[in-house]
């Protein structure tokens, strides 16, 4: 392979690789990848969404995904021996949908106690709807502005 | 990125019958496709008569097996004309395998319709079905909506001529077997299982007749307007595969042939300077970076190809000249690898040999042994994935050319003008590591060079954009574009020097703390005045409390006005700075009649007094008549010393006069008094006027002064007190009164 970009982590090396991508929905979406583009919008082939709860698991097998970029958190490959030995354990579809629900029910309730509790905390609130917080810590030194370059140096 | 047409919900894939109705609306798009210009020839005629001229040019010489396809005669099906790709793979090894080079190794081309292979070999059974499927597609081609489908790295056969090819691929472009790389079966099968991906909908009957008329007005670029290059195709567009060999074709029939312009010729910019992956993938690529074939064929160029890529690239190479040049094995400029003059194309390249051609970050020299290393144990553990990818039908979807062109972009976006602002902790780590090495060194006293990094950065290019002139003409053509945007407000920075800045700021403080008072004295004065109304209104008790207060403030008006020392004169500093703005004029005039007779005295007289520089300042405001009302009332209210000190006053110093009666309040003020004077007189034969000699004197010089002053700056009164000839009659003789009269237009009637 053409080594264009020495230390960096081009995903044109993790092509027709199996990966786990994560979704910014929460979506955890295992396939193998296709193609890139500079954008690094992903095509996934044999896609499965896998939905965890708990140490259970179930697969949906949805067939090819063609992502945005924009809307991937991560993605990792799949380590196919470690893959082997399962730690979790698979599930049925329809069961694994119905603990997500419970889960997700159980979730609503735990706010609605909270909101209950202290109404008036802003910051209760916030946390209590599970939302990703993303504090922004910018350093404003214009010297150490780093370049967005996916880069590992070593 | 794969190539559905739609990925609209209803994307079945089970498609028999869809594609049997479309057949029917095939024609309808043929104007789209072809042109107004299309002529509506019969094709299989046409068809015929190329393959023949094809198979002596084949027979001939070795040579690109041409496209036999004049965009005009290819209508869309083609039932019998089999698509070249399955034909192929009866046919001859050499065939396929030169078609496969020429179509690979000149991008430049740009293809139209598929390189037809007719009549070489039996169309494979197998096939049989795809290709009747086929034909039922629509050469409709809706440009960039048409992705690539990847196959590996032999290019596409398009089975449809139409002239859109050279932007991308037809909807046809599913030809399956493209001899004996393994990916094409995966294609085949994939085509088996899922059936040929669903055409766009088809448009309406209206729309039809746009189609052909949508090509986008030429663009116009302009180095001195600064508008950035007109580019054949966006900068971010994906690569295409590489088509048949159009210029064969151009040969064979030049008239028919509607395609664009082939890529080299629109390299005509600076190197650094908007590049697009795809011209760089063109340019070094082209002919040189091919995978490894099988058979060994060389390099089947025909002369004029030949001489296209080369000149190509020969031309971009003395325009990089503000790059400096490639360090050998260092860290290199952004480049691609003139340096290196690979060998012919046809000899087999190894496909794992990686030497880093292309050194396009400038990466230190220890990171770059680094990352060798590295990446040779990488390439010890990629042999053993190679037997699984084998095994994947689905693998290599992605082209070699994608991902290098993916990495370009990437790669482009790293080029920096500035490495110590871009990257500014790469660039440090490296510079303490050499130190140290530089310290090692000297204390081990070792031979090593220590390898410097010399980052080679892309010249910053400034163009500054000088506004078109044409001779002759008033001012200068402002055309806004992307580099040059338009200069809204002509905005000029003005800085004062620290002097004029303190002289302003003086004035304008004084001038506050003048508003200031009189906001204050205003404030007081408006109590004052609803003194009488709260009187009314407060019950008896209070009655007392609220007189007080009355006094109070009028005490405290009047305090403003006066001197510090001396009770019954007001201070002449305050009174100008107070009249100096208009509300504070209007405020005295106010003031005059709240305040109690002395204190209003006191101010007239300061008033009488300031006149001349009072009446300077009012130049601008001329609203020192408000005054007269409530001065002519304190007038008529003095006593005839006060009234006598007040003429006095207005004679004060040496030339007040003039000036006084320059200024028409002035005027009308000494008028006031002297009527007053001549009313006392009259009225009261009692009148202390006479008793000193003063009245007498003052008003002498008066008449004097009237009769000295030229008319002209004399100026009108507001009204004329109808005594005053009475006054005058008394001091001046005949003569002199008649002249008065005359001058001042004084007349027993006046008023």
Request: charged residues 25%; hydrophobic residues 35%.
């Given at each position: 392979?053409?080594?264009?970009?020495?230390?960096?982590?081009?995903?044109?090396?993790?092509?027709?690789?199996?990966?786990?991508?994560?979704?910014?929905?929460?979506?955890?979406?295992?396939?193998?990848?296709?193609?890139?583009?500079?954008?690094?919008?992903?095509?996934?082939?044999?896609?499965?969404?896998?939905?965890?709860?708990?140490?259970?698991?179930?697969?949906?097998?949805?067939?090819?995904?063609?992502?945005?970029?924009?809307?991937?958190?991560?993605?990792?490959?799949?380590?196919?021996?470690?893959?082997?030995?399962?730690?979790?354990?698979?599930?049925?579809?329809?069961?694994?949908?119905?603990?997500?629900?419970?889960?997700?029910?159980?979730?609503?309730?735990?706010?609605?106690?909270?909101?209950?509790?202290?109404?008036?905390?802003?910051?209760?609130?916030?946390?209590?709807?599970?939302?990703?917080?993303?504090?922004?810590?910018?350093?404003?030194?214009?010297k150490r502005r780093r370049k967005g370059r996916f880069s590992t140096r070593s | 990125m794969f190539r559905f047409q739609s990925l609209d919900e209803d994307c079945t894939l089970e498609e028999e019958e869809g594609l049997v109705e479309e057949e029917d609306e095939i024609d309808q798009f043929n104007d789209d496709t072809f042109g107004a210009g299309a002529i509506d020839d019969d094709w299989q005629e046409e068809h015929a008569r190329l393959a023949e001229l094809d198979e002596q040019v084949r027979d001939g010489e070795v040579s690109v097996p041409p496209t036999v396809a004049p965009a005009a005669a290819a209508s869309s099906?083609?039932?019998?004309?089999?698509?070249?790709?399955?034909?192929?793979?009866?046919?001859?090894?050499?065939?396929?395998?030169?078609?496969?080079?020429?179509?690979?190794?000149?991008?430049?081309?740009?293809?139209?319709?598929?390189?037809?292979?007719?009549?070489?070999?039996e169309l494979p059974p197998q096939h049989k079905t795809l290709s009747e499927a086929l034909p039922a597609r629509p050469p409709l081609l809706l440009g960039y909506q048409q992705q690539h489908l990847r196959m590996g790295t032999a290019p596409l056969q398009v089975n449809s001529r139409s002239i859109w090819d050279s932007i991308g691929f037809g909807p046809v472009g599913v030809t399956p077997g493209l001899g004996p790389h393994m990916e094409d079966s995966s294609l085949l099968s994939i085509i088996k299982e899922v059936g040929l991906p669903k055409?766009?909908?088809?448009?309406?009957?209206?729309?039809?007749?746009?189609?052909?008329?949508?090509?986008?007005?030429?663009?116009?670029?302009?180095?001195?307007?600064?508008?950035p290059p007109v580019r054949a195709v966006p900068i971010g567009t994906p690569p295409k595969q590489p088509l048949s060999h159009m210029l064969n074709q151009q040969i064979h029939c030049p008239t028919a042939v509607h395609v664009r312009a082939p890529i080299p010729h629109r390299y005509a910019h600076p190197f650094p300077d908007r590049l697009s992956p795809n011209t760089l993938l063109n340019i070094t690529n082209s002919p040189l970076c091919r995978p490894p074939f099988p058979g060994g064929v060389?390099?089947?160029?025909?002369?004029?190809?030949?001489?296209?890529?080369?000149?190509?690239?020969?031309?971009?190479?003395?325009?990089?000249?503000?790059?400096?040049?490639?360090?050998?094995?260092?860290?290199?400029?952004?480049?691609?690898?003139?340096?290196?003059?690979?060998?012919?194309?046809?000899?087999?390249?190894?496909?794992?040999?990686?030497?880093?051609?292309?050194?396009?970050t400038h990466l230190h020299p220890q990171h770059r042994r680094l990352l060798t290393q590295r990446l040779q144990s990488r390439g010890d553990r990629g042999g053993r994935g190679c037997e699984r990818r084998i095994r994947d039908p689905y693998s290599n979807l992605m082209t070699q050319r994608e991902k290098d062109w993916v990495a370009r972009i990437q790669m482009m976006q790293l080029?920096?003008?500035?490495?110590?602002?871009?990257?500014?902790?790469?660039?440090?780590?490296?510079?303490k590591m050499e130190k140290k090495q530089e310290r090692d060194r000297d204390s081990s006293s070792k031979k090593e060079h220590t390898t410097k990094l010399i980052t080679p950065q892309v010249a910053k290019l400034e163009h500054t954009y000088r506004p078109v002139q044409f001779a002759g003409s008033l001012g200068k053509l402002t055309v806004s574009s992307v580099n040059n945007p338009r200069k809204m407000i002509d905005a000029v920075v003005t800085t004062r020097s620290d002097d004029e800045e303190k002289r302003e700021k003086q004035v304008w403080n004084k001038r506050r703390q003048i508003l200031y008072t009189v906001e204050k004295m205003y404030s007081l004065l408006l109590e004052v005045q609803d003194f009488e109304k709260k009187f009314i209104q407060t019950p008896e008790e209070q009655r007392d409390a609220l007189l007080d207060q009355h006094k109070n403030h009028t005490i405290q008006l009047y305090n403003t006005l006066?001197?510090?020392?001396?009770?019954?004169?007001?201070?002449?500093?305050?009174?100008?700075?107070?009249?100096?703005?208009?509300?504070?004029?209007?405020?005295?005039?106010?003031?005059?009649?709240?305040?109690?007779?002395?204190?209003?005295?006191?101010?007239?007289?300061?008033?009488?007094?300031?006149?001349?520089?009072?009446?300077?300042?009012?130049?601008?405001?001329?609203?020192?008549?408000?005054?007269?009302?409530?001065?002519?009332?304190?007038?008529?209210?003095?006593?005839?010393?006060?009234?006598?000190?007040?003429?006095?006053?207005?004679?004060?110093?040496?030339?007040?006069?003039?000036?006084?009666l320059q200024n028409k309040f002035g005027v009308t003020l000494l008028y006031l008094i002297l009527s007053e004077g001549e009313r006392m007189q009259s009225s009261d034969a009692n009148c202390q006027l006479m008793d000193d000699n003063r009245w007498t004197e003052l008003v002498f010089s008066v008449t004097r002064k009237l009769l000295e002053v030229p008319p002209a700056s004399l100026s009108p009164p507001l009204f004329t007190p109808p005594n005053l000839l009475s006054l005058f009659s008394r001091y001046v003789d005949r003569q002199r009164l008649e002249l008065l009269q005359e001058k001042l237009q004084i007349s027993a009637l006046s008023r």
């Amino acid at each position: 392979m053409m080594n264009y970009m020495p230390g960096t982590a081009s995903l044109i090396e993790e092509i027709d690789e199996k990966h786990l991508v994560l979704l910014r929905d929460g979506r955890t979406l295992i396939g193998f990848l296709r193609s890139i583009d500079q954008f690094a919008n992903l095509v996934l082939d044999e896609t499965v969404e896998r939905i965890h709860v708990g140490k259970k698991y179930g697969d949906i097998p949805r067939g090819i995904f063609v992502i945005r970029g924009e809307n991937v958190v991560l993605l990792g490959e799949i380590d196919l021996i470690k893959e082997c030995k399962r730690v979790l354990r698979p599930v049925s579809i329809e069961e694994i949908l119905e603990d997500q629900r419970c889960q997700q029910q159980a979730k609503q309730e735990a706010e609605k106690t909270k909101l209950q509790v202290a109404p008036e905390s802003y910051l209760q609130r916030a946390l209590g709807a599970n939302q990703v917080v993303i504090v922004n810590l910018s350093f404003h030194d214009r010297k150490r502005r780093r370049k967005g370059r996916f880069s590992t140096r070593s | 990125m794969f190539r559905f047409q739609s990925l609209d919900e209803d994307c079945t894939l089970e498609e028999e019958e869809g594609l049997v109705e479309e057949e029917d609306e095939i024609d309808q798009f043929n104007d789209d496709t072809f042109g107004a210009g299309a002529i509506d020839d019969d094709w299989q005629e046409e068809h015929a008569r190329l393959a023949e001229l094809d198979e002596q040019v084949r027979d001939g010489e070795v040579s690109v097996p041409p496209t036999v396809a004049p965009a005009a005669a290819a209508s869309s099906p083609q039932p019998s004309a089999p698509p070249p790709g399955l034909e192929e793979r009866g046919g001859g090894d050499l065939a396929e395998s030169l078609a496969r080079l020429i179509l690979g190794t000149d991008p430049a081309i740009a293809g139209v319709g598929a390189a037809g292979l007719p009549k070489r070999a039996e169309l494979p059974p197998q096939h049989k079905t795809l290709s009747e499927a086929l034909p039922a597609r629509p050469p409709l081609l809706l440009g960039y909506q048409q992705q690539h489908l990847r196959m590996g790295t032999a290019p596409l056969q398009v089975n449809s001529r139409s002239i859109w090819d050279s932007i991308g691929f037809g909807p046809v472009g599913v030809t399956p077997g493209l001899g004996p790389h393994m990916e094409d079966s995966s294609l085949l099968s994939i085509i088996k299982e899922v059936g040929l991906p669903k055409q766009p909908p088809p448009m309406r009957s209206d729309e039809r007749r746009d189609l052909s008329e949508r090509v986008p007005p030429p663009r116009s670029s302009s180095p001195v307007i600064g508008s950035p290059p007109v580019r054949a195709v966006p900068i971010g567009t994906p690569p295409k595969q590489p088509l048949s060999h159009m210029l064969n074709q151009q040969i064979h029939c030049p008239t028919a042939v509607h395609v664009r312009a082939p890529i080299p010729h629109r390299y005509a910019h600076p190197f650094p300077d908007r590049l697009s992956p795809n011209t760089l993938l063109n340019i070094t690529n082209s002919p040189l970076c091919r995978p490894p074939f099988p058979g060994g064929v060389g390099p089947v160029l025909s002369q004029l190809q030949r001489a296209q890529l080369l000149s190509s690239q020969v031309g971009a190479f003395p325009r990089a000249g503000p790059v400096p040049p490639l360090l050998p094995g260092g860290g290199g400029g952004f480049r691609p690898f003139f340096g290196q003059h690979p060998p012919r194309v046809g000899p087999h390249i190894p496909p794992n040999h990686g030497p880093i051609r292309h050194n396009t970050t400038h990466l230190h020299p220890q990171h770059r042994r680094l990352l060798t290393q590295r990446l040779q144990s990488r390439g010890d553990r990629g042999g053993r994935g190679c037997e699984r990818r084998i095994r994947d039908p689905y693998s290599n979807l992605m082209t070699q050319r994608e991902k290098d062109w993916v990495a370009r972009i990437q790669m482009m976006q790293l080029q920096s003008t500035d490495p110590y602002l871009d990257d500014y902790y790469y660039q440090n780590y490296y510079e303490k590591m050499e130190k140290k090495q530089e310290r090692d060194r000297d204390s081990s006293s070792k031979k090593e060079h220590t390898t410097k990094l010399i980052t080679p950065q892309v010249a910053k290019l400034e163009h500054t954009y000088r506004p078109v002139q044409f001779a002759g003409s008033l001012g200068k053509l402002t055309v806004s574009s992307v580099n040059n945007p338009r200069k809204m407000i002509d905005a000029v920075v003005t800085t004062r020097s620290d002097d004029e800045e303190k002289r302003e700021k003086q004035v304008w403080n004084k001038r506050r703390q003048i508003l200031y008072t009189v906001e204050k004295m205003y404030s007081l004065l408006l109590e004052v005045q609803d003194f009488e109304k709260k009187f009314i209104q407060t019950p008896e008790e209070q009655r007392d409390a609220l007189l007080d207060q009355h006094k109070n403030h009028t005490i405290q008006l009047y305090n403003t006005l006066r001197e510090k020392e001396w009770d019954d004169r007001v201070s002449d500093e305050q009174c100008l700075m107070i009249m100096s703005v208009r509300k504070g004029k209007r405020l005295v005039s106010r003031l005059l009649s709240f305040l109690p007779p002395p204190q209003a005295a006191a101010v007239v007289m300061a008033i009488a007094r300031n006149l001349p520089a009072l009446a300077k300042k009012d130049k601008q405001d001329q609203v020192l008549c408000w005054l007269v009302e409530p001065v002519s009332v304190v007038v008529q209210s003095l006593s005839s010393s006060a009234l006598t000190d007040l003429l006095q006053e207005l004679q004060g110093s040496e030339g007040q006069l003039p000036r006084v009666l320059q200024n028409k309040f002035g005027v009308t003020l000494l008028y006031l008094i002297l009527s007053e004077g001549e009313r006392m007189q009259s009225s009261d034969a009692n009148c202390q006027l006479m008793d000193d000699n003063r009245w007498t004197e003052l008003v002498f010089s008066v008449t004097r002064k009237l009769l000295e002053v030229p008319p002209a700056s004399l100026s009108p009164p507001l009204f004329t007190p109808p005594n005053l000839l009475s006054l005058f009659s008394r001091y001046v003789d005949r003569q002199r009164l008649e002249l008065l009269q005359e001058k001042l237009q004084i007349s027993a009637l006046s008023r």
